[in-house]
């Protein structure tokens, strides 16, 4: 643990110069006083430290000495791959792991491509959730994780939304997915490749059986997923009138002042009607006449409510 911090010590005064024992202890969670005898220790080692006393002092490395020690451990290359996602990192137990690896990463390249580098993280963050999209739980994600890294099969019990809501099954996971903040699984069972929710997933137990991944592509298969989603989610059509708010807010080009007629796809009744219901008085919806019946009943429902 001591030889570990002793290297992520030497990286930081690499990467950012003088730093005070304050600032060091700071960054590694450990006292002060452990930062003076970890600089003691550095400084037997043959490191040439200088240390200064003041407002202005600090520790930094003399004569522009450079450190060879960049090797990154098995966890550091994990989340090396991670480095866009530090929340995912984090989720997956390798917050502490990327840090350090980020540091390795930067001791390693020369001057000016470590500034490049800084400029991009200071100008640049990536935010994947949506606006409106709660965090999810993910209390079983470390273990999913650790079932996909050591390729060993699981039991889950996953809430599904169509009947039986609740089932229990071993798969094989087979690669972790983040999408729009959200986690997914993809894994082998008794009726093939799947893909779940991992917020879904009730209870989790790991096994000891191993299985081997046979030329699998998780890109690939996520890609086709993704395509087989699309095909599936828009087959239907509504005919609607638009205002041109209405029209915009549905991506379509509004047809002058007044109202546009025009066909736009949906996935069924269900998700039509609360789509359309959020537009307002800036939609009429001319057909499918069990869409607009819907919408006529929960509208005439609405306003005897408010009446009354």
Do not use: C
Not at 9 to 36: D, P
Not at 202 to 224: C, K, N, Q, T
Not at 271 to 288: C, K, M
Not at 292 to 307: F, Q
């Amino acid at each position: 643990m001591r030889a570990s911090r002793l290297v992520t010590l030497l990286l930081l005064l690499q990467n950012r110069g003088r730093m005070t024992a304050g600032q060091l202890a700071e960054e590694l969670e450990v006292s002060v006083r452990t930062i003076y005898r970890d600089v003691e220790a550095l400084g037997a080692a043959g490191i040439p430290l200088y240390g200064a006393a003041g407002h202005a002092g600090g520790y930094r490395l003399i004569g522009g000495y450079r450190t060879r020690l960049t090797g990154l451990t098995a966890e550091e290359a994990q989340a090396a791959f991670l480095a866009a996602l530090p929340g995912a990192a984090a989720e997956l137990g390798l917050g502490a792991a990327l840090a350090t690896a980020r540091l390795k990463l930067r001791a390693a390249l020369p001057a000016e491509l470590r500034e490049q580098a800084e400029r991009i993280q200071e100008r640049f963050l990536l935010d994947a959730p949506g606006w409106y999209d709660p965090a999810d739980r993910v209390p079983h994600l470390a273990a999913v994780a650790t079932a996909v890294w050591a390729r060993r099969a699981v039991i889950l019990r996953y809430r599904r939304w169509r009947a039986p809501e609740e089932i229990e099954r071993r798969v094989e996971p087979y690669g972790l997915v983040l999408k729009a903040g959200r986690w997914y699984l993809v894994a082998a069972g008794p009726s093939g490749i799947r893909t779940y929710r991992i917020d879904q997933i009730l209870e989790l137990r790991s096994l000891e059986d191993e299985f081997i991944v046979d030329g699998f592509d998780l890109a690939g298969y996520w890609s086709g997923y993704l395509a087989d989603f699309r095909t599936r989610l828009h087959t239907g059509q509504a005919l609607v009138r638009l205002t041109p708010r209405g029209a915009r807010h549905l991506g379509v080009t509004p047809a002058g002042n007044g109202w546009t007629q025009t066909r736009v796809p949906i996935e069924s009744i269900d998700q039509a009607h609360g789509e359309f219901l959020r537009l307002g008085t800036d939609i009429e919806v001319l057909a499918p006449a069990a869409l607009r019946d819907r919408i006529a009943a929960t509208i005439r429902t609405l306003s005897a409510r408010y009446e009354s």
